[in-house]
């Protein structure tokens, strides 16, 4: 079992900037890939970004490819998210995954999962 707790979510203004934080806990010496994934309501899940457990290539979401960086750091169990140049649309519940294997977007195939951190992008 891995617990995933995300962090860094708040509210910027449009332009602005934000870091998210995902630390893992448990069967943290499983090799396993990471994601980020968001929703609004009434919305299904949407994928932004994955990470293979042995590095994060250019696997990014069509909407925040430019935007967003994502990396992680095995040796503290973290997995970030560094948003820039962000837009209202941006606007989310955003949620940390992990599973057993490579990374993907498709949220079916993710086993862990954090509870989630708002996001708000004013105008």
């Known amino acids: 079992q891995v617990q995933l707790v995300e962090s860094g979510g708040g509210l910027v203004q449009a332009g602005g900037s934000l870091t998210l934080s995902c630390v893992a806990s448990?069967?943290?010496?499983?090799?396993?890939?990471t994601g980020w994934f968001r929703q609004v309501p009434h919305k299904d899940r949407e994928f932004v970004a994955s990470c293979n457990w042995n590095g994060c290539g250019s696997f990014y979401g069509d909407s925040v490819k430019g935007r967003f960086t994502i990396s992680r750091d095995n040796a503290e169990n973290t997995v970030q998210l560094q948003m820039n140049s962000l837009k209202p649309e941006d606007t989310a519940v955003y949620y940390c995954?992990?599973?057993?294997?490579?990374?993907?977007?498709?949220?079916?195939?993710?086993?862990?999962w954090g509870q989630g951190t708002q996001v708000t992008v004013s105008s």
């Open positions: 995954a992990a599973r057993q294997g490579s990374s993907t977007s498709w949220e079916s195939l993710y086993e862990y």
């Open positions: 448990g069967r943290t010496d499983m090799r396993y890939a």
